[in-house]
T-cell receptor
Framework: KNEVEQSPQNLTAQEGEFITINCSYS?????LHWLQQHPGGGIVSLFM???GKKKHGRLIATINIQEKHSSLHITASHPRDSAVYIC???????????????FGEGTQLTVNP | DSGVTQTPKHLITATGQRVTLRCSPR?????VYWYQQSLDQGLQFLIQ???????AKGNILERFSAQQFPDLHSELNLSSLELGDSALYFC?????????????FGPGTRLTVL
C-alpha cells in the first residue's frame, strides 16, 4: 500500500461542474501539498496545509489530520483546469524525513467545454 | 514563473554517459530539493541540500550525486546512465529547512537516455 493514495486516478467533467479529488495518507505528516502539473510538465504548488481549510479563487483545500485525509475542490470548473493534480505529504517530526515530499500518483483531470 | 531555473530543458544522451543538471533556486531560498519523475515510478524525492550541506536523502542511486555551491545553485550528476534513468528531473527550492515551507518547483529537465 502506498503511503499516499489519491482518488480518482482519472476524472472527466463538464465545464461548470464541482470537482473533488481525495488524498489519504498513512504516515504522520507535518504538512500536505496540493500540486498542479500541466501537460507541458511544469509543477505549481497550489496549497500547503497543516490544518483546516484554505481557499484560493475557485480552489479549496481541506485537511483532516485525525482522519489522515485531504480533499481538493474546484468550483465552476473550466477547461483550463485540465491538468494532473498531485497530493504530496511532508514527513512528521524527525530531521531526516522532515522536508522531503512523498507523492501520490496524481489525478488526471479533464474538463470538457 | 516560480523563480527557480533549471538547465538544460532537454538532454538526450546515450547509455553509459554522464550528465550534469543544474538548478538555481529562488533568490533568498537556502534549501534545494531534487525530484525524479518517471513513467513507472511517478515523482520521487532524491536529495535535499540546505545552505551547502546535504540534509536528507531519498531514493537516490549510488550512480547519482549532487552538491550545492556557495552561491546556492545546485547540480545533480548522473553517471553510467541507463535507459531507466530517462525521466523528468525537477528541482525545487524553499526558504529554510523547516518542514512546513512551501517548495517552488523549477520547469524540469527532461532526460532521454538512448
Amino acid at each position: 500500500k502506498n503511503e499516499v493514495e489519491q482518488s480518482p486516478q482519472n476524472l472527466t467533467a463538464q465545464e461548470g461542474e464541482f470537482i473533488t479529488i481525495n488524498c489519504s495518507y498513512s504516515v504522520g505528516i507535518s504538512a500536505l501539498h496540493w500540486l498542479q502539473q500541466h501537460p507541458g510538465g511544469g509543477i505549481v504548488s497550489l496549497f500547503m496545509l497543516s490544518s483546516g481549510k484554505k481557499k484560493h479563487g475557485r480552489l479549496i483545500a481541506t485537511i483532516n489530520i485525525q482522519e489522515k485525509h485531504s480533499s481538493l475542490h474546484i468550483t465552476a470548473s473550466h477547461p483550463r483546469d485540465s491538468a494532473v493534480y498531485i497530493c504530496a505529504v511532508m514527513g512528521g517530526k524527525g530531521e531526516t524525513s522532515g522536508s522531503r515530499l512523498t507523492f501520490g500518483e496524481g489525478t488526471q483531470l479533464t474538463v470538457n467545454p | 514563473d516560480s523563480g527557480v531555473t533549471q538547465t538544460p530543458k532537454h538532454l538526450i544522451t546515450a547509455t553509459g554517459q554522464r550528465v550534469t543538471l543544474r538548478c538555481s533556486p529562488r533568490s533568498g531560498d537556502l534549501s534545494v530539493y531534487w525530484y525524479q519523475q518517471s513513467l513507472d515510478q511517478g515523482l520521487q524525492f532524491l536529495i535535499q541540500y540546505y545552505n551547502g550541506e546535504e540534509r536528507a536523502k531519498g531514493n537516490i542511486l549510488e550512480r547519482f550525486s549532487a552538491q550545492q555551491f556557495p552561491d546556492l545553485h545546485s547540480e545533480l550528476n548522473l553517471s553510467s546512465l541507463e535507459l531507466g534513468d530517462s525521466a523528468l528531473y525537477f528541482c525545487a527550492s524553499s526558504v529554510e529547512r523547516a518542514s512546513t515551507d512551501t517548495q517552488y518547483f523549477g520547469p524540469g529537465t527532461r532526460l532521454t537516455v538512448l
